[in-house]
């Protein structure tokens, strides 16, 4: 695995943003790049703490 | 062949858990290894996840990987993204994992090592790894829908709303535990408060790094912040030493108890990218690592439990941690350990979003909770390889050692002043009396593990170190359950009430945001306060309103969850579900009945109240009042028990008499190949 991978693998578990996924998305399904990753990354932050973490 | 070399891997790894088993119960008046208890747990953990997870998935839900999951048919990039499935167990993994395996066990191992370490393992094999399991395949074939609308749904609306009542009652509850767990541990403690106030900078700092500075660069933020948290770590303990900044960060419970209602205030209405998501990500990252390290600390160093297999506490319920017998105590004080109400708002929350196929499920439900059972397991072997004598000291309030100081001597369970002297030294505290709450016992266990690990680096010297590294480790995901819990509270009365003032449910309205945080804030600040200043230990009364609340939502989720398989046509399984959902309520309903009712005056909350007068203890008027109020919030978690058991089964009954069509709200079948 590459360290883009592995850095990949890391941002999941911790349920960061990846700019990345969301262009390859974007590029799959065809639809237009909405948002810059600056925007991006604000959007996903601050939709964050709306689930509990376990005890 | 093959098939012959399975079946004799299976018997042999079968063979293998039996033989440890035997071992743990049968070994008496001697020590033993804490690699019995690895291997029978690994061993049943094995068996029950290749045979058990496996009928579930096969025959009762019939997983099937040509359907497509909810993360593919609504992918965007953001909630719904198809993941790995190793990934994905991480990521559940890290979201399940809180300071319940860890605290519950330790409190009881009161009881001796063996009956925590059975729950643990047979608990999770067959009830808490089952009810993750199914939630998360119920909300998968449900667009990923919540445990709240399920219960609407599939249930009945009556259900759905007593289910998010439940959810409200229990997140004040568990927060206000939690933090007095945090309050015990900081409790005179200036190298520990030192570390933990350094998070608070150090995750606004990330914060800013994360979302302006850097976008999207969580790894490097992270990163600087763990650097960070060494260095406040490593500053604590210059700190304490000092004479005028080692009294500065000196205070007393209920200081600490008001600084922490303000932090959860602060936490709630600050921007979440602020401080919440930060210090999220900073838990993940150390709650991961400690807990690799420690099990790799444990295989290597295998210490022995000196703790016996059975105390007579188990027995005679007069134990001094909390009061209660073996049945149903042992089993609502470890909870998430074995099976966790909580886990289900995961399973239906971010985890069902996300699965790549259906059939990566059982790894990530039933592999995750087993996981988290085996952190359990860690923490039962951390604070049963202290002395009794030590583990008793600092578990047991002054006013409890008082009354069982006879009980523990006939047990050989004594301890000089002058050990527990020299261990507080040794783990750079003033002392470690009557620490209670289970962490900072566990932070000894987990300090002397590691120290055994690094004894050729100097391990005596780093036990200090290693001990408020414990702390820190400990405290730090509690205050993030703390702070996501006092917001996710927030938004759900936000909710709640904007049925009747629609302007209150907007999120981003500050009034009501202040409003409903404040009030949140509040309902756990009063438990966490009365817990503070109550002279038996706040632990004692509150932890296992904890555990019952907790296996409540369980049961809660088990009645969704067989309500699904009977609607599906396949009410022959529904014992996979009904049997621990059995177990649940039979558990919480002793609980709760004693804890309201017992003569006892140690247990039961209203005999408590009956013993104390105001005319000679001015205090009085206000603990009756605590009392009186702990056991209307047990009988309200009966009375919530009682409606949400009733109104499945009448559903159940309804549908197998077929006097109701059994009509499931599961979303149609879309094959992967047709996306």
């Known amino acids: 695995m590459t360290l883009r991978g592995i850095l990949r693998v890391i941002r999941r578990i911790l349920g960061a943003p990846d700019y990345a996924a969301y262009l390859e998305h974007c590029r799959a399904a065809g639809h237009e790049v909405r948002l810059t990753e600056r925007e991006y990354v604000r959007e996903f932050l601050d939709n964050k703490g709306k689930a509990p973490r376990c005890c | 062949m093959r098939r012959l070399g399975s079946v004799l891997l299976w018997i042999a790894v079968s063979a293998a858990g039996a033989v440890a088993f035997g071992v743990l119960a049968l070994v008496r008046g001697e020590p033993v290894s804490a690699a019995w208890l690895v291997i029978a747990a690994v061993c049943t953990y094995a068996v029950g996840y290749r045979f058990y997870a496996r009928f579930i998935a096969r025959k009762v839900f019939a997983l099937d990987q040509r359907r497509a999951t909810p993360a593919e048919r609504f992918e965007n990039g953001r909630d719904f993204v198809p993941t790995g499935k190793w990934v994905l167990f991480g990521h559940h993994f890290a979201a399940i994992a809180g300071a319940g395996p860890l605290v519950g066990t330790v409190l009881a191992a009161q009881f001796g090592f063996l009956p925590g370490t059975i729950w643990l393992i047979i608990g999770v094999v067959l009830g808490g790894a089952v009810q993750d399991f199914t939630i998360l395949c119920c909300s998968l074939r449900r667009n990923g829908k919540s445990l709240g609308q399920m219960a609407k749904e599939e249930v009945n609306p009556a259900a759905g709303v007593t289910a998010m009542l439940a959810v409200l009652f229990i997140m004040v509850i568990l927060l206000a535990v939690l933090a007095l767990i945090v ?103 150390l709650k991961i690592t400690t807990i690799l390290v420690l099990a790799v600390a444990i295989l290597v160093i295998l210490p022995p439990l000196r703790m016996p297999a059975l105390t007579t506490f188990a027995t005679a319920g007069e134990g001094p941690v909390f009061a209660g017998k073996l049945f149903p105590f042992a089993f609502i004080t470890i909870a998430c350990g074995a099976i966790s109400g909580f886990h289900a708002l ?71 002043p002058e050990t527990m002297h020299a261990l507080a030294q040794q783990m750079g505290e003033t002392t470690l009396l009557a620490r209670t709450g289970g962490a900072p016992s566990l932070a000894v266990g987990m300090a002397q593990i590691f120290a055994g690990f690094t004894s050729a680096i100097g391990g005596k010297e780093l036990s200090s170190l290693w001990y ?208």
């Open chain 2, 183 to 285: 309050v015990n541990a900081l409790k005179a403690s200036p190298w520990g408060l030192f570390t933990i106030a350094c998070t608070i900078p150090i995750a606004l700092l990330m914060g800013w790094w994360m979302r302006s500075w850097r976008p999207g660069a969580v790894g490097e933020a992270s990163l600087a912040g763990a650097v960070l948290l060494i260095a406040a770590l490593v500053g604590g303990g210059w700190v304490a030493a000092h004479p005028v900044l080692g009294p500065a960060f000196t205070r007393s419970g209920p200081a600490l108890t008001w600084m922490l209602i303000a932090y959860g205030f602060l936490a709630s209405v600050l921007p979440v990218w602020m401080l919440l998501t930060p210090r999220d990500y900073l838990s993940t990252f």
């Open chain 2, 468 to 675: 408020h590294f414990a702390i820190m480790f400990e405290a730090l995901f509690i205050l993030t359950t703390i702070d996501a819990g006092t917001r996710v509270g927030r938004f759900m009365l936000q909710e709640i009430v904007s049925h009747v003032w629609p302007r209150f449910g907007e999120t981003s309205w500050y009034p009501s945001v202040l409003l409903s945080s404040a009030a949140i804030a509040a309902g756990w600040g009063y438990f966490l306060y009365q817990g503070v200043v109550d002279p038996l230990g706040g632990i004692n009364s509150l932890w296992p309103l904890f555990g019952i609340s907790n296996q409540l939502l369980a049961a809660v989720a088990l009645c969704v969850a067989t309500t699904v398989i009977i609607k599906m046509g396949r009410a022959r399984y529904a014992w996979v579900t009904v049997a621990p959902l059995a177990w649940l309520v039979a558990v919480t309903m002793t609980a709760g009945v004693q804890k309201v009712f017992s003569a006892d005056p140690k247990l039961g909350f209203l005999a408590h109240a009956r013993t104390l007068d105001p005319l000679t203890n001015p205090s009085a008027a206000r603990m009756i009042f605590n009392d009186r109020l702990d056991a209307g919030v047990a009988l309200l978690f009966i009375a919530i028990v009682g409606i949400l058991v009733l109104a499945s089964v009448r559903e159940w009954w309804l549908v197998l008499s077929r006097r109701k069509p059994a009509e499931t709200k599961e979303a149609p079948f879309v094959a992967v190949a047709a996306l």
């Open chain 2, 346 to 416: 995961v399973a239906s929350g971010t985890t069902p979003k996300m699965i790549r196929r259906e059939t990566d499920a059982p790894l990530i439900g039933y592999g995750g909770m087993l996981m988290e059972s085996f952190v359990g397991v860690m923490a039962m072997i951390a604070a049963c390889t202290l002395e009794p004598g030590i583990y008793f000291a600092m578990n047991t309030t002054p006013a409890a050692l008082a009354g069982a100081s006879q009980a523990l001597a006939q047990a050989g369970f004594t301890v000089t």
